[in-house]
C-alpha cells in the first residue's frame, strides 16, 4: 500500500480528471465523431500525463532532495532509477496508444511527448518554463481534437490556446510554492482567458451559454486566488490546487455548444478533482 501511494503522489493522479476534460473538449471542438476512439485518447492521455509527472521528479531529484524532502523519492518511498524506468515507459505506452486511434494522432502524441519531456528538463532553468506547461496542454487540446471528424480546426486552437494561458497564470502561481520571493499577482491576467474565449468566439447562438459558463468559471477563479491575497487564510498550495481543478470548468466554457446533459459530465468530473485532491496532492 505504501509504494501503491507513492504512485499515485508521484503521478499525481488528483489531476487525471482534467486531463480527461481536456480530451474530451479537444474531441468535440474537433468535430466530435467516433466515440469508440475517446477509450484510448483517455488512456494515452492519462500514460503520458502520468509520464509527466514521473520524469518531473526525476529531474528534479536534486532539488527536492534539498527542498521538498516530502516528495516521494527523496523520502524512500520510490527508487530514482525506478522513477526514470516508469517514466520513459508511461511515454512510450502513451504514444503507441494514441496511435491506435490513428496516425495523426500518435503523431501529435509524438509532438506531446516531446514537449513534456523539454518542460520536465527546463523547467527549474528557465524563467518562462510555464509557458512550456501551457504548451504542453494547448498540444493535448490538438491532439484530441485530430481523434475528431474534422481534425484540428479554429475552435479547437482557440479553444486550447485559451487553456494553454490559464495554464501558465496557474504556473506561475505554482512556482510561488518552492521560492522565497515575494508573490506576484500579474499572472492572474492569464486566468482570464477562458472568459475572453467566451466573449470572443460563440456569437453563432451560443454566447448566453458560453457567458454562463465563463462567469461561473470566473466566479471559482476568484474563490481561488483569494486564498493568495488573505491575510488570515493565505495558502499558495491550496489556491493552486483549486485552480487545477478549475481546469475542467475552463473545458467546459470551450464546449457551450455541447448538449445541456453534457454538464453532468463536467461536475462529476469537477467533484472527482476536488475529491481525489483530499487524498493525493494536486502539486
Request: aromatic share 12%; hydrophobic share 55%; glycine share 10%.
Amino acid at each position: 500500500m505504501r509504494f501503491l501511494r507513492s504512485i499515485l503522489i508521484l503521478g499525481r493522479v488528483s489531476n487525471l480528471p482534467t486531463v480527461w476534460s481536456n480530451c474530451l473538449a479537444g474531441w468535440w471542438l474537433g468535430g466530435r465523431g467516433e466515440a469508440s476512439n475517446l477509450p484510448f485518447l483517455f488512456v494515452g492521455a492519462t500514460f503520458l500525463y502520468m509520464a509527466g509527472m514521473f520524469l518531473n521528479d526525476a529531474f528534479d531529484a536534486a532539488f527536492d532532495r534539498q527542498f521538498r524532502r516530502e516528495r516521494p523519492i527523496p523520502a524512500g518511498m520510490i527508487g530514482l532509477k525506478s522513477a526514470w524506468v516508469m517514466g520513459v515507459g508511461w511515454l512510450m505506452l502513451g504514444i503507441v496508444t494514441l496511435f491506435c486511434v490513428g496516425k495523426l494522432t500518435g503523431q501529435f502524441g509524438i509532438a506531446l511527448a516531446f514537449a513534456i519531456v523539454l518542460y520536465d528538463c527546463l523547467h527549474k532553468k528557465i524563467s518562462f518554463a510555464p509557458v512550456l506547461m501551457g504548451l504542453c496542454r494547448f498540444v493535448l487540446y490538438l491532439t484530441a481534437a485530430s481523434a475528431g471528424t474534422l481534425g484540428v480546426t479554429g475552435w479547437a486552437v482557440w479553444g486550447g490556446l485559451a487553456l494553454g494561458l490559464y495554464i501558465v497564470g496557474i504556473s506561475y502561481f505554482a512556482r510561488a510554492e518552492t521560492s522565497v520571493h515575494r508573490l506576484k499577482y500579474w499572472p492572474a491576467v492569464f486566468l482570464a482567458a477562458p472568459l475572453a474565449l467566451a466573449v470572443c468566439m460563440n456569437s453563432n447562438g451560443y454566447l448566453e451559454s458560453a457567458l454562463l459558463l465563463g462567469a461561473l468559471s470566473l466566479a471559482w477563479i476568484v474563490k481561488c486566488v483569494r486564498y493568495a491575497i488573505s491575510i488570515t487564510e493565505h495558502n499558495v498550495g491550496r489556491m493552486v490546487a483549486g485552480l487545477l481543478a478549475g481546469i475542467v470548468l475552463v473545458d467546459w466554457v470551450a464546449m457551450a455548444d455541447a448538449p445541456r446533459e453534457m454538464g453532468f459530465l463536467f461536475i462529476g468530473l469537477f467533484g472527482s478533482a476536488l475529491l481525489l485532491q483530499k487524498v493525493v496532492p494536486a502539486t
